[in-house]
């Protein structure tokens, strides 16, 4: 069993950075791909970034390229998410998820999701 849970969320001027960590308290995730997505109120679920199982690939979508970085650690079980010059259309709940296999960049792909940190981006 993959248990997710999301850390890092909170309150941060337009321009501002955040750092979100996701980490398993189950099974190690060396052997899943990892992808980030939020949801905005009102919004469907969206696809943020992703990351191979080694860490050697990585994909964003184009809302936050350039902007957004996606890592992981293995020796410590966790996956990060950087988030910088940061803009109030980035207001969402983020959600870590984990699917075994090539990493996808659509919602439904993925087997293990966490329950969301909150990041709210103000002017």
């Known amino acids: 069993q993959v248990q997710l849970v999301e850390s890092g969320g909170g309150l941060v001027q337009a321009g501002g950075s955040l750092s979100l960590s996701c980490a398993s308290s189950?099974?190690?995730?060396?052997?899943?791909?990892m992808g980030w997505f939020r949801q905005a109120p009102g919004k469907e679920r969206e696809f943020v970034a992703a990351?191979?199982?080694?860490?050697?690939?990585?994909d964003y979508a184009n809302s936050v390229k350039a902007r957004f970085t996606i890592s992981r650690d293995s020796a410590k079980n966790t996956v990060s998410l950087q988030m910088n010059s940061l803009k109030p259309e980035d207001t969402a709940v983020y959600y870590c998820?984990?699917?075994?296999?090539?990493?996808?960049?659509?919602?439904?792909?993925?087997?293990?999701w966490g329950k969301g940190t909150l990041v709210t981006v103000s002017l």
């Open positions: 998820a984990a699917r075994p296999g090539d990493y996808l960049m659509t919602t439904g792909a993925y087997n293990y």
């Open positions: 189950g099974r190690t995730i060396s052997n899943f791909a």
């Open positions: 990351i191979t199982r080694s860490g050697s690939v990585n």
